[in-house]
């Protein structure tokens, strides 16, 4: 099985944002995500992406997830 590029950016991007913002990263990353989407959508020859999204979900998942982790142990 073979993961594109272009999805480990948006895992990426979105679990970079969301592990340094908490939970105001988590909404910063769901908004860039559904923003690049949406710029996809009404670009010409592009189109909207639910695999993108789903490595954007799991990027925020798992910051968030680190984040929340790195919180408890420290504090």
Not at 4 to 28: E, M, Q
Not at 30 to 36: E, Q
Not at 47 to 68: K, Q
């Amino acid at each position: 099985m073979r993961i594109a590029k272009d999805k480990i950016k948006h895992f990426s991007v979105c679990f970079l944002v969301s592990l340094a913002g908490g939970i105001y990263g988590v909404l910063f990353a769901a908004g860039l995500s559904f923003g690049k989407e949406e710029g996809d959508r009404m670009a010409q020859g592009n189109h909207w992406c639910w695999y993108d999204l789903l490595a954007d979900t799991l990027g925020v998942c798992f910051g968030y997830g680190l984040n929340f982790l790195i919180r408890g142990l420290c504090f």
